[in-house]
């Protein structure tokens, strides 16, 4: 469990690291100009995490503040969009869905070197393993039911209605998921090849649900993505919307629910525990109360879905391990990020195993 945060990142902050620092002064004036009620001094330093981009803490006297940006060097069509996160996040603020307050987004490169937004720091709490070890076992499956509540809900937002309805094509998501991440990992040639990765870029295609609803998608639904309240189960803000858009619900609760299958240590999964003795849900029951808040009888496909969703978060690995053979990786641990993409890699190839 970390200390309270309004971005994607760790808890804990760290001087600016001296590839990610900014002009302050900059910084200051534009804060000045475009977010009502910002006044100095202003101190600024960096969360320790934060995968993919960079995150600070932005603190004055009277409120603190959290600024996401694009990463320096050179980046990959389409990546790092916080653009995107500011949009969804400010749609979603008119709505009841637990988001942090958005106050303005700079797509000028020359205020801090890329492009950048500006919201509140919510103040929560953060756990990053989803059996919520620091929580009474008795308390566990609440929090674990506030997760799928939180997602179930935003499955069920009328995007067309809080002006997303040009946010994302509907239909054919994971297809274009699948096209979008293999071409990816295929153009990062520094990166290196995966046999089982590859084996996924002609399988997955081939294999398509029939299923194909449209909703509003996080894109990395998972518990240290969100902030819950300080003493009760229950999400106040979901964070980290720059994978998010118009796609299959299901492909996104899978996304989700494929903690059931992932080891301890990789996205803070849940394979191998003692789910009865921890207090927590086991799989069928958690599909079973997500179908039951989106009124689904099951999800026919859910193999399917998460060797998707795995092989997706294989390709984003492998982009970490890329980044940090450039030198452009935004947290200090990427590297060790990127050794797990083999990893991830062979558990999605798995999953297909009941399909082939």
Known sequence: MADARGGKSAGATVPVRAQHRLDEVALRNWMEQNVTGFAGPMQIDQFSGGQSNPTYRLRTPGRHYVL????????????????????????????????????????????????????????GRIFWDASFPEVPQAERAAYMDAMNATLAALHGIDYAAIGLGDYGRPGGYVVRQIERWSKQYLADELAGRHPAMDRLVDWLPAHLPASDATSITHGDFRVDNMIFHPTEPRVIAV????????????????????????????LGGVAGLDLGATGLPDEAAYVAAYCSRTGRAGIDDLDFYIAFNMFRFAAILHGI????????AASADAQAMGERFARVAELAWEQTASMR
């Open 239 to 266: 964070l980290d919307w720059e994978l998010s858009t118009l796609g299959d619900p299901l492909a996104d609760f899978a996304y989700h629910a494929m903690m059931y299958r992932m080891p301890r240590d990789i």
């Open 321 to 328: 391990k890329g980044r940090a053979a450039r030198g452009t």
């Open 68 to 123: 996401r940006r694009k990463p320096p060097g050179e980046l990959l069509k389409g990546a790092h969009a916080v653009e995107r996160e500011a949009r969804v996040m400010a749609a979603l603020g008119q709505t009841d869905f637990p988001v942090p307050v958005v106050h303005g987004l700079c797509t000028d490169d020359s205020v801090i070197g890329s492009w950048f937004f500006v919201m509140d720091m919510v103040d």
